[in-house]
């Protein structure tokens, strides 16, 4: 009987302190210290402290039958009381058993909603990175050919008005030399026909060309016709430039 009425009392300091963590969490709840589950983890260890209690309450309550009464009175006062407590345990369970299932609902009602806000921001970030392509892509204006910048019409400051040129693009691929031949001498040439390109500013230098076209209709003056030539080699030459013409007729 002393051995079941000291783990009465161990019993009982078990369920008082379990009641005191759980008061101490629900006052921190009411701040929102204190998380859901570790809410309910102390209300399950009061209900556990609560069990424990009544078994040693049992316990000594069958010690004091046995001391008291015939063997007969005791398994029957004893049973009733393992009954009893097997009952409050069945209960016990049973809620332990919903708090768990509301528990793991909860948690994956939060997993979802943490999964859609993470989508969310995804897209959201997509767009953003979209919308950074597009605008840094209107930052730069490309042309349709590769070449040099002869004149620049825009400066710093200036707004962009639909139709107006920005600047002037030459390629420098196919570049050619156009010259006036006199009359007399178109008949000396033919197209094909070779001929050597200098400028002054590649002194010493000669480039290969040849005759591509001779016009058909003379100039306003009626006494040239305008002869185009084509390069060859073309390498550091520029646009624009006065050009000397060797012609070499057969």
Excluded: C, N, W
């Amino acid at each position: 009987l002393k051995l079941a009425q000291d783990g009465e009392a161990k019993a009982q300091a078990g369920l008082d302190h379990a009641r005191e963590t759980l008061r101490g969490l629900e006052e921190l709840t009411k701040v929102g210290g204190v998380s859901r589950s570790d809410l309910d983890g102390a209300r399950l260890q009061v209900r556990l402290a609560q069990s424990d209690l009544t078994a040693a309450q049992a316990q000594v309550a069958r010690q004091q039958v046995r001391d008291s009464a015939t063997g007969l009175t005791f398994r029957m006062a004893a049973a009733e009381r393992d009954l009893e407590q097997a009952r409050l345990v069945e209960r016990q369970a049973a809620e332990g058993l919903r708090a768990a299932r509301a528990g793991r609902t909860q948690v994956l009602a939060a997993a979802d909603s943490d999964i859609q806000a993470a989508r969310a921001a995804l897209d959201q970030a997509r767009a953003g990175v979209a919308g950074a392509s597009v605008a840094r892509g209107e930052t730069r204006l490309l042309a349709a050919i590769d070449g040099v910048v002869t004149h620049l019409a825009a400066r710093v400051g200036d707004t962009a008005q639909p139709g107006a040129p920005l600047l002037t693009v030459v390629s420098l691929a196919g570049l050619r030399v156009e010259a006036l031949a006199s009359a007399r001498l178109v008949p000396t040439l033919t197209p094909g026909e070779p001929a050597s390109i200098a400028v002054d500013t590649l002194a010493g230098i000669t480039f290969p060309a040849a005759v591509q076209e001779i016009s058909r209709v003379a100039e306003p003056d009626g006494r040239t016709f305008r002869v185009r030539f084509r390069l060859l080699r073309s390498a550091g030459m520029r646009p624009g430039q006065t050009a000397r013409i060797t012609i070499t007729t057969h």
